[in-house]
């Protein structure tokens, strides 16, 4: 029991903190409100815990034995974060009149866990942390991604509440402009420690 609340500490830290999940939820939620984000929030709910058991289950050692292939998926998810802020930047809204832009889809967001740096690095420290050799690595692993389902889905309708709020404050097209560029900012700014050399 102490393990599953050390787990869900760590899962409630890691996932309630600003990230790119966290700025593209709430994002969505001014831009497209609750109903049409609820697939980019399942998307990542039930996403990020099947990148878990992903990688605890044996992708790890892949990039044990092939280094290069977590360096290479590291700068493509970087450059896919980059294009991913440009569309933030530039997104539409009903305020406008039309509707350029769409939401995320289920399967766009799950996929997005796969190219996310700060999920890799939350999949790789949770295993690493909270797996023994001394015992079977799938059940602990397995407990790891149903504690991690169970935390996600709170903390992502905090984000995309949060931008359901914001919708109400944003009165005009130049706030919501605004708005969508400091977004798009931001998430850029989640990207650099990825990309500083480590210590």
């Known amino acids: 029991m102490e393990l599953i609340f050390a787990i869900a500490l760590f ?3 890691s996932g309630i903190t600003p990230g790119p999940n966290n700025i593209m939820l709430m994002t969505s939620g001014v831009n497209f409100g609750i ?5 980019h929030l399942l998307g990542i709910t039930l996403g990020f815990p099947a990148m878990i058991l992903a990688v605890g289950l044996g992708l790890a050692a892949v990039f044990q034995s092939y280094p290069i292939l977590h ?3 590291k700068y493509i998810g970087i450059t896919y974060l980059l294009y991913l802020s440009w569309l933030i930047a530039n997104s539409s809204s009903k305020m406008e009149g039309k509707n350029v832009s769409k939401p995320f889809s289920f399967i766009q967001a799950a996929a997005f866990q ?14 690493a942390t909270f797996t023994t050799v001394n015992q079977a690595l799938a059940p602990q692993i397995i407990t790891i991604a149903s504690v991690f389902l169970c935390v996600a889905f709170p903390c992502a309708i905090v984000w995309l509440g949060f931008g359901v709020g914001l919708k109400k404050l944003l009165k005009n097209q130049r706030q919501q402009r ?4 400091s977004m798009a900012l931001l998430l ?5 420690p990825m990309v500083l050399p480590s210590h």
Not at 35 to 39: Q, V, Y
């Open 11 to 13: 899962a409630f830290s």
């Open 188 to 192: 850029v700014a989640s990207i650099i």
């Open 114 to 127: 796969w190219v996310n740096p700060k999920g890799w690095i939350m999949a790789v420290g949770a295993t």
């Open 35 to 39: 109903k049409r984000s609820l697939p």
């Open 178 to 181: 605004i708005f969508n560029v």
């Open 71 to 73: 360096t290479v998926l």
